[in-house]
Structure formats: C-alpha cells, structure tokens
C-alpha cells in the first residue's frame, strides 16, 4: 500500500507544475497581445508599415480640422443646413486619395487570396485544358 501523503505531494507537485505550464502559455499570450495594441497606437510603426495609409488620414485630419477652425460661423451653419456643390481642390484630392487607397488594398487582398488558394494558377487552368481534350 503507497504511502497516502506521499501520493498527495506528487499529485500537488504535478498539478503545480501544470499550473506553472498554463500561466506561462498565458503570460505569452498576454505580451503578444500587448505587443500588438502597443504597434496599434505607435506612430512610428504605423508610418512603417502602412504609409499611404497614414498619409490619406493626415490629409483627411488636416482637411476637417481646417474646415473646423477657419471656417466663418455662417459657412459653418450652411453647412449643416444645404448639401455642398463642389468640394474644391483639397477635397478632390483627399477624395482622389482615398479611392486609390482602397484600389490598392482590394488588390493587395486579392492577390493574397489568390496566393492562399490551393491549385490556383497555371495547375487549375492545365487541368481545364486536359478537360477540354477530353
């Protein structure tokens, strides 16, 4: 017969070293975690990484900001009350901006997909070939 507070301590030492296992896998997770909402809100690594991105949401930024504080009291309440014609240069241009944006971020999409997908490519369209043979 074993020894009942010897098989305690080994199932306290096993359950230990478990807990140590999990909170460790845990601890890895919490960094990463941090790691990624800290790259988020870093304006160094988002003008890294996302460039035209950052710069159509400063144009976009500057433009509001603008029409915010330079604008008449009177233009301001115009605004709310009649839709605007003609959104001049800047607004053009913010617009011209953001629309090639999102092209290129379609087709950067795309692409990926493209690439995730299994027997895409010459294999799909060599087997549509034979197909046809047949």
């Known amino acids: 017969m074993d020894n009942p507070q010897s098989e305690i301590r080994r199932q306290i030492e096993i359950t230990r070293s478990d807990m140590a296992e999990k909170i460790s896998a845990l601890q ?27 710069v159509g949401l400063s144009l976009v930024a500057g433009y509001l900001t603008s ?12 605004a709310y009350r009649a839709p605007r014609q003609g959104m001049g240069p800047i607004g053009g241009f913010a617009t011209a901006l953001v629309m090639g944006l ?8 795309l692409k990926r997909r493209r690439a995730e997908t299994p027997g ?14 047949h």
Do not use: C
Request: no cysteine; proline share 5%.
């Open 28 to 54: 890895e997770r919490i960094d990463g975690a941090v790691d990624e909402v800290k790259h988020l809100v870093d304006p160094k690594y988002q003008v890294e990484h996302r460039p035209w991105l950052m």
């Open 67 to 78: 029409r915010l504080l330079f604008a008449r009291p009177a233009a301001r309440a115009a």
């Open 102 to 109: 999102a092209r290129d971020f379609a087709a950067n999409l």
């Open 120 to 133: 895409n490519g010459q294999q799909s369209a060599q087997s549509t070939a034979s197909q046809r043979l």
